[in-house]
C-alpha cells in the first residue's frame, strides 16, 4: 500500500528551465492537491483537483500549471523555473473535499 | 496574517518528559482541527482529528483538546521518546478549505 507516490524527490533547476512533477495515488481518492511548504510558512495550496477531470486554482497558482491525468495521477508543471519556486512541494489525496488529506513524501526543489 | 497560529515555534526536551504544544486559530466557520506530525524530510501524518463538540481525544501518548469558545487547540505529548521529533502542524477546516499553521519544531533528547 503505497498510498501518494511523488517523483522525484530531489531536483535542481536552472532559472528557466521547465520541468514537471509527477503524483499517483492508489487509495482511489477523488480529490487531489499540490502544495508547497516554505521555511516558517504553514502549506499553502497550488492548485488542487476536486474530481478527474476538474482542476481550480489555490492560493498561489502562479507560475504553475497541473493536469489531472486520470483519477490516479496529478502533475505539477513549472514552465518557467524561478528561484522564488524554491519549496518543498506535497502531493495529497482525499477521499472527497471534506475528508483527510493523505501526503506524499515531497519532493525538494531548488531552482538556482 | 495566518490564521492558524502555532507555538513555541520550536523546542527541546528531555527523553521521558511531557511536552505541550498550542494552537491558536481565527479560521472561520470550523468545521474540525486536524494534528498532523511530519517527520524530517516525510509527509505530514494525521495524529487526531477534534470537531466542535469534542475537547479532548487522544491517540496513545498523543492528547489534543479543543476550546472552540476560545479558538485554541493543544496537542499533549507524555513520556517523549526519540521517535517524537518532528514537526507538529495544526491544521483546520473551515468547509472544504483547509489553513496550515507553520508547525512546531519538537527535538527530544537522550
Known amino acids: 500500500n503505497a498510498g501518494v507516490t511523488q517523483t522525484p524527490k530531489f531536483q535542481v533547476l536552472k532559472t528557466g528551465q521547465s520541468m514537471t512533477l509527477q503524483c499517483a495515488q492508489d487509495?482511489?481518492?477523488?480529490?487531489m492537491y499540490w502544495y508547497r511548504q516554505d521555511p516558517g510558512m504553514g502549506l499553502r495550496l497550488i492548485y488542487y483537483s476536486a474530481s478527474e477531470g476538474t482542476t481550480d486554482k489555490g492560493e498561489v497558482p502562479n507560475g504553475y500549471n497541473v493536469s489531472r491525468l486520470n483519477k490516479r495521477e496529478f502533475s505539477l508543471r513549472l514552465e518557467s523555473a524561478a528561484p522564488s519556486q524554491t519549496s518543498v512541494y506535497f502531493c495529497?489525496?482525499?477521499?472527497?473535499?471534506?475528508?483527510?488529506?493523505?501526503f506524499g513524501q515531497g519532493t525538494r526543489l531548488t531552482v538556482v | 496574517k495566518n490564521q492558524v497560529e502555532q507555538s513555541p515555534q520550536s523546542l527541546i526536551i528531555l527523553e521521558g518528559k511531557n511536552c505541550t504544544l498550542q494552537c491558536n486559530y481565527t479560521v472561520s466557520p470550523f468545521s474540525n482541527l486536524r494534528w498532523y506530525k511530519q517527520d524530517t524530510g516525510r509527509g505530514p501524518v494525521s495524529l487526531t482529528i477534534?470537531?466542535?463538540?469534542?475537547n479532548t481525544k487522544s491517540n496513545g501518548r498523543y492528547t489534543a483538546t479543543l476550546d472552540a469558545d476560545t479558538k485554541q487547540s493543544s496537542l499533549h505529548i507524555t513520556a517523549s521518546q526519540l521517535s517524537d521529533s518532528a514537526s507538529y502542524i495544526c491544521v483546520v477546516r473551515a468547509d472544504y478549505k483547509l489553513s496550515f499553521g507553520a508547525g512546531t519544531t519538537v527535538t527530544v533528547r537522550a
Open positions: 495529497a489525496s482525499s477521499e472527497g473535499r471534506y475528508t483527510e488529506a493523505f
Open positions: 487509495m482511489n481518492h477523488n480529490s
Open positions: 477534534m470537531t466542535f463538540s469534542e
